[in-house]
């Protein structure tokens, strides 16, 4: 935990997020590239044709950067396609998806904002995966 000039324990948690770290998914991948109070920062790859679950966090908002490839994006009740340099905020307790709609690997950066921060806030809803 980080402390404030008081000296004063601040509430913001990082569950184990460490720069570097990946992981394979059903879809793809992530990989850490920063970590710091209040944020992580994510390079996430998304293969041809697929998509990740239908989900939405507790805790943590996120905004997604997309840089390479064309993505679908569902946030709540909306649709879009975004393509490269195009972005997406996703509020606190959004439901929101993300899939790739191209012919090549979707590149896309994701940065966490928020005081607690852990791969195990995300309340999946639907998944092609059976996760």
């Known amino acids: 935990m980080s ?5 004063e324990s601040n509430k913001v948690v990082n569950d184990g997020y460490h720069v570097g ?4 998914r059903p879809w793809g991948r992530w990989t850490v590239l920063d970590v710091g109070t209040g944020y992580v920062v994510k390079r996430i790859e998304v293969s041809l044709g697929q998509i990740l679950s239908k989900q939405r ?8 950067l ?11 009740e909306r649709q879009e396609r975004l393509i490269a340099g195009q972005s ?3 509020p606190v307790g959004a439901i929101h998806r ?3 709609a191209g012919n090549s690997v979707l590149i896309f950066f994701e940065v966490q904002l928020g005081d607690r921060l852990e791969e195990s ?11």
Request: hydrophobic letters at 30%; aromatic letters at 8%; proline letters at 0%.
């Open 88 to 90: 997406v905020d996703i």
């Open 98 to 100: 993300i899939g790739n």
């Open 3 to 7: 402390q404030n000039h008081d000296g």
């Open 21 to 24: 770290e990946s992981d394979e």
């Open 66 to 76: 997309i840089a390479c490839g064309e993505a679908d994006i569902w946030l709540d």
């Open 57 to 64: 966090h507790q805790y943590r908002a996120e905004h997604w």
């Open 121 to 131: 806030d995300i309340e999946r809803l639907a998944d092609h995966y059976g996760r």
